[in-house]
C-alpha cells in the first residue's frame, strides 16, 4: 500500500501571520490562506489554516502580511481535541508547510513587506533564498530571484 500526502496551494494571506513559540522556544506561524476556485461562471473561495514550523515561519512572520500572495507546498494533517467548555469533540485539518513561494514582484504592492520578488524557504534551510525584495537590511544577490515555475 502507497500513502502520500501533499498539498500545493497559491493564494493570498486572510491575516496578518501570527508567531508564537511552543514550551521548548520552537517557533511557529499560524497564517490563514484564501485561494480562488472557479466554478463555471461564478468564483468561489476557500479557506485553509496553515502553519510554518522554525525558520520557515519566522521568515513568514518577517516578511509577508494580509493579502499578500503567496504559493505554500506541504502536508495535511488531522488533528482531534476536546473542547474546554463544552466537553465535546472537536476535530480540524490543517496545512503543515514545508516550502513557501513568495509571489508578485517588486512593483506589486505598497513594498512595506518587500513584495515579495521571489523568495523562498523551505523548511529544512537548503537552497532557502531571502524574500527580502526592496528591504533595505536583506542582501540580495542574482540567484536570490528564480522564475516561478508556472
Known amino acids: ?9 497559491a493564494g493570498n494571506l486572510t491575516r496578518d501571520p501570527e508567531l508564537r513559540f511552543t514550551n521548548d522556544g520552537i517557533p511557529v506561524c499560524s497564517f490563514g490562506l484564501a485561494v480562488n476556485r472557479r466554478r463555471s461562471k461564478s468564483e468561489e473561495v476557500d479557506f485553509f489554516d496553515i502553519s510554518a514550523w522554525r525558520e520557515l515561519g519566522e521568515t513568514i512572520a ?8 503567496i504559493l505554500v507546498e506541504g502536508r495535511l494533517q488531522f488533528r482531534s481535541w476536546e ?3 463544552s466537553g465535546q469533540k472537536r476535530s480540524k485539518v490543517d496545512v503543515v508547510a514545508d516550502n513557501v513561494q ?3 514582484g517588486r512593483g506589486d504592492g505598497d513594498g512595506s513587506n518587500g513584495g515579495g520578488g521571489g523568495g523562498q524557504r523551505s523548511r529544512s534551510g537548503a537552497g532557502a533564498r531571502s524574500g527580502g525584495g526592496g528591504r533595505d537590511d536583506v542582501d540580495l544577490n542574482e540567484e536570490d530571484f528564480d522564475d516561478i515555475p508556472f
Open 1 to 9: 500500500m502507497v500513502s502520500f500526502n501533499r498539498v500545493i496551494l
Open 62 to 69: 518577517n516578511y509577508k502580511k494580509k493579502g499578500d500572495p
Open 102 to 104: 513568495f509571489l508578485g
Open 83 to 85: 473542547d474546554r467548555e
